[in-house]
Nanobody
Framework: QVQLVESGGGLVQPGGSLRLSCVAS????????MDWYRQAPGKQRELVAA???????NYAYSVKGRFTLSRDNANNTVYLQMSSLKPEDTAVYFC?????????WGQGTQVTVSS
């Protein structure tokens, strides 16, 4: 059973920064694609960023150049560094991975960008 635990959300002013963390149970971070999704009120969950086994990353167009996804294999953790935050980044952010045909999600962490 894979468990993903997110942390790091909070309230930040426009233009500010936050770093989200996702700690995974077991040694999976270095072997599987790890993603961050977000879901704003009344909207569908959307993919924000993904990091592949080889370390390559992909970002949604709306966050490219502002968000950076990285991982720490030794600590089974992935990080989402978010900068130049905008009110439209407000959402619950979820860590995700897929193993053997199953999807695993964290409980989510709220990010609110507001003055």
């Amino acid at each position: 059973q894979v468990q993903l635990v997110e942390s790091g959300g909070g309230l930040v002013q426009p233009g500010g920064s936050l770093r989200l963390s996702c700690v995974a149970s077991g040694n999976i971070v270095s072997w599987y694609v790890m993603d961050w999704y977000r879901q704003a009120p009344g909207k569908q969950r959307e993919l924000v960023a993904a990091i592949a086994r080889g370390g390559s990353t992909n970002y949604a167009y709306s966050v490219k150049g502002r968000f950076t996804l990285s991982r720490d294999n030794a600590n089974n953790t992935v990080y989402l560094q978010m900068s130049s935050l905008k009110p439209e980044d407000t959402a619950v952010y979820f860590c995700h991975t897929g193993l053997s045909g199953f999807d695993y999600w964290g409980q989510g962490t709220q990010v609110t960008v507001s003055s």
